[in-house]
């Protein structure tokens, strides 16, 4: 069973419509929660971590908010530059010691802005 | 910044062949990790490392092994390459000790057994 899940799968949108990804997750005890950012071809990059309910992060057009049992990425008016996939990872608190840093990632949307 | 590099961008190798991909982390980071993606699986966990000469399997470690001899330096070996290793592998790094734990990744190895 996956322990991240994120939806949509792929997501098209026209440039300038904003939208949100969903990023739920079912570890029982949340450390962080991750998201990043992955153009093809190439390794993800980090965005933000999110730590507890109701903290937001904001960079450029993205914004992350955290729940309990979920987290979403708001895209804001998104530019053709705004297209790849988006990748969320949890880190639980039933690791302890040496797989203290390991972390579970959803499978990504993939977002395609057009012109 | 910190800088997470793979030795090779594009690899091409024969069913059979020994197979090293080589990660390297300049953070002086605990923790490096080997993933590896395929369309529609997402990142899978092979093998991590959580100090030198120390590893944990991860969730696929059949057919892979690593090794870790210097606290910068992360290998990926696969002992008898298969057309069913095909993939993009990416290393990651994090800081180790500290309670939330951001991953940093490499660019990627894209790897061809054929």
């Known amino acids: 069973e996956d322990q991240v899940t994120q939806s949509p799968e792929a997501l098209r949108l026209q440039e300038g419509e904003s939208s949100s990804l969903n990023c739920s997750y079912t570890v029982s005890g949340l450390r962080g929660l991750f998201w990043y950012r992955q153009d093809p071809g190439k390794g993800p990059e980090f965005l933000f971590t999110l730590y507890s309910a109701g903290e937001e992060k904001e960079k450029e057009r993205l914004k992350a908010t955290l729940t309990k049992k979920e987290s979403f990425l708001h895209i804001t008016a998104p530019k053709p530059e705004d297209s790849a996939t988006y990748l969320c990872?949890?880190?639980?608190?039933?690791?302890?010691?040496?797989?203290?840093?390991?972390?579970?990632f959803g499978r990504g949307t993939q977002l395609t802005v057009w012109p | 910044d910190v800088k997470v590099t793979q030795s090779s961008r594009y690899l091409v190798k024969r069913t059979g062949e020994k197979v090293f991909l080589e990660c390297v982390q300049d953070?002086?980071?605990?923790?490096m990790f080997w993933y590896r993606q395929d369309p529609g699986l997402g990142l899978r966990l092979i093998y991590f490392s959580y100090d030198v000469k120390m590893k944990e399997k991860g969730d696929i470690p059949e057919g892979y092994s690593v090794s870790r001899e210097k606290k910068e330096r992360f290998s990926l070996i696969l002992e008898s390459a298969s057309t069913n290793q095909t993939s993009m592998y990416l290393c990651a790094s994090s800081p180790g000790g500290a309670t939330q734990e951001t991953q940093y990744f490499g660019p990627g190895t894209r790897l061809l057994v054929l």
């Open positions: 953070m002086d980071h605990e923790n």
């Open positions: 990872a949890v880190q639980a608190y039933e690791d302890r010691g040496s797989t203290l840093g390991r972390l579970y």
